[in-house]
């Protein structure tokens, strides 16, 4: 390959970034090791500030670690139900914001914003910069999986202090996301949140000249 | 399209992927708008916290405004370079960290975390993946823009207080990166801080099970 690619592959690409959704619905059959794989070294690809890879993956196999995570996505659901207005209680109630219960694959993904690694370039000003390096990472790993025709959904809804207790995660590390990984239920072009009536996509964006 | 990809698909993904470089060295020459738009297409396509969409972009033409975000830049450059331990200080100052110089396009991407869009769904107990959801539209912008052979590089250089004085920005955006996009002058699939001897990418991922 020489880093050249035709105009009917950048069509592709735009096509899988609309079918790229964020996935609860999963069913249950495993996901093959190779498919995974092939996920996390797209993960690997994405940029990191001063190549400083902060990066940390937990796998959580434990069923009893999966149990205690997905308890307190539910304690933080309930609290999130409990904070909306009249208006929109009912229509939250009715989401489905984790696949959890059904996901085959569980991720933990952490920044550890410590590392020497890179040695600190591009971190002075916004040290931030290296979780949200580890947010690229994500995006790959995302892109990559749904281009296997395997969804992911990221978890956000998460007591974060909890959830490092609860997984054992060394103290310097920072909490990013929790990714379910499975084969969607179905496929759509149209975000779940749109399809429940929960808010739409604007149609334009929003872009100033200064 | 349906929302299957090939295995042809696939493996030009991964390419892309290992193409995609943080661009420091541009082209002084325009980039078709028309190019730039479909970049933005993919940036609105990324996923974003309770379909929040906190993105927001300035795209910065004044050269006032320009040449105000580059002295940004050079003082932050110079008093990074000045905290070198004394065996690197020397290569640190011999890398280009930024192509604001020279590329012909510069965006300046903010997040608003007070926006009202995604009715605060995901966001109670990590307010952070409002910022999150912005640079994953950076990633889509970024492998878009590559997909055309455009170059973007992120610069994080910077002392976000004084760029947010110098852009006019809403006290209420919160600063995420200043992009850098043009046709770069070379292509490779090593990351230039790999060249130029600052850092290694690592061999394997760091993955623990729990």
């Known amino acids: 390959m020489t880093g050249q690619f035709s105009p009917a592959f950048r069509e592709e690409l735009a096509a899988l970034m609309r079918w790229r959704r964020d996935v609860r619905r999963f069913r249950t059959d495993p996901v093959p090791e190779g ?3 092939r996920g996390l070294q797209a993960f690997a690809l994405a940029p990191s500030v001063g190549l400083s890879e902060p990066w940390r993956i937990l ?13 307190n996505y539910r304690d933080c659901n309930a609290q999130a139900l409990a904070t909306q207005t009249d208006d929109r209680a009912a229509t939250y109630a009715r989401l489905k914001l984790s696949g959890m219960a ?18 600190g370039l591009g971190a002075a000003t916004m040290p931030e910069t290296r979780a949200y390096s580890v947010v690229g990472a994500i995006i790959h790993l995302w892109l990559a999986l749904r281009a296997e025709g395997l969804g992911l959904g990221w978890v956000s809804i998460l007591d974060r202090d909890r959830l490092m207790r609860d ?22 072009t149209v975000p ?19």
Chains 1, 2 share one sequence.
């Open 192 to 210: 779940e949140l749109e399809r429940a009536g929960w808010e739409t996509r604007s149609p334009t964006l929003h872009l100033e000249t200064r």
């Open 35 to 37: 498919l995974l794989a």
């Open 102 to 119: 059904e996901a085959p694959v569980h991720l933990a993904i952490f920044s550890d914003d410590s590392t020497p690694k890179g040695h």
């Open 167 to 188: 997984l054992d995660v060394p103290a310097n590390w920072r909490f990013i996301g929790y990714l379910c990984i499975g084969w969607p239920e179905e496929d759509d």
């Open 59 to 71: 796998r959580i196999d434990s069923p009893a670690r999966r149990a205690a995570c997905l308890q």
